[in-house]
């Protein structure tokens, strides 16, 4: 078990995916208690009735009424937010930039950008009312660290989620509230597997370019994401951490 997440309470987004959802069951063995957000209601409820103390929340990340409603929610059942994976994200169209459709662009933007702010806005104000510190964490990606061709919004998003993680950390210094963002390499994940089928059959296996020479499982991001929930991680706050399988390296 790690220090300190014994009776905390997690508000994860987009809970009911494949990162989202292995955090919620880690943090649950770790005796957390849940909000689980996600635009997926059905998802969210049954993975909400699979842990001993979780609720649902159907909501849009990106929109200012589906940040306030989970905020709300997580008050009603609970009284407080502690932890915040603001994780919801997608991908949106692989084209290249000077075929990109403006429109594909902007909802990007919206959910993986707007709402990552929109959640950290809320999250922070909540957290320096209750005045007891908290941990965020922020889901970049690799992509948020180096560019793709094809990935115009989302390799943009992902380095704004950076951006909004290193703002946040220097603002809520000596609050006793720490934000740090993680980078994912490539995950086995819906995500990862609809992108997949969307990218050219004929092009370099991915793998080959991931020295573990294997894809993540989800498990292993949430892994990392418990530990910097936990207070084992005490000195690390602003800090954008790789967990690629050496991709990157
Ligand atoms: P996933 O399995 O597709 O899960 C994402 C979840 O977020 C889904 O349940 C999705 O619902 C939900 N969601 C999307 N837009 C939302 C919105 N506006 N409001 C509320 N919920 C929303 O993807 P994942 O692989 O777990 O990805 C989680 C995060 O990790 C994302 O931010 C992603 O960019 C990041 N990441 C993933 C990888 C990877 O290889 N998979 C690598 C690096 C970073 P729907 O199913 O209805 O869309």
């Not at 403006?102 to 919206?110: L, R």
């Amino acid at each position: 078990m790690l220090r300190g997440l014994t009776g905390k309470v997690a508000v994860i987004t987009g809970g009911a995916g494949g990162i989202g959802s292995e955090v919620a069951r880690r943090l649950g063995v770790e005796g957390c208690r849940l909000v689980i957000v996600d635009r997926d209601a059905g998802a969210a409820e049954d993975l909400a009735k699979s842990l001993p103390a979780a609720i649902a929340v159907a909501a849009d990340v990106s929109s200012a009424e589906g940040t306030e409603s989970y905020l709300a929610a997580a008050l009603d059942e609970f009284g407080a937010v502690d932890l915040f994976h603001n994780n919801a994200g997608i991908v949106g169209a692989i084209a290249g930039m000077a075929d990109l459709d403006p429109a594909s662009f902007d909802k990007v933007i919206s959910v993986n950008v707007r709402g990552t702010f929109l959640g950290l806005r809320a999250v922070l104000r909540q957290m320096r009312q209750q005045g007891t510190g908290g941990s965020i964490v922020n889901t970049s990606s690799i992509g948020g660290l180096v560019g793709t061709p094809g990935l115009t919004s989302y390799v943009a998003s992902k380095h704004a989620v950076v951006g909004l993680t290193k703002v946040a950390a220097h603002e809520v210094g000596g609050t006793g509230i720490r934000v740090n963002a993680i980078c994912p390499g490539i995950v086995d994940t819906a995500m990862t597997a609809s992108f997949a089928a969307e990218a050219p059959q004929d092009g370099p296996n991915p793998t080959e370019r991931i020295p573990l020479g294997r894809l993540a499982t989800p498990a292993e991001i949430a892994d990392l994401v418990a530990w910097l929930f936990s207070d084992e991680s005490s000195y690390v706050h602003g800090s954008v951490i790789r967990v690629d399988g050496g991709m990157l390296s």
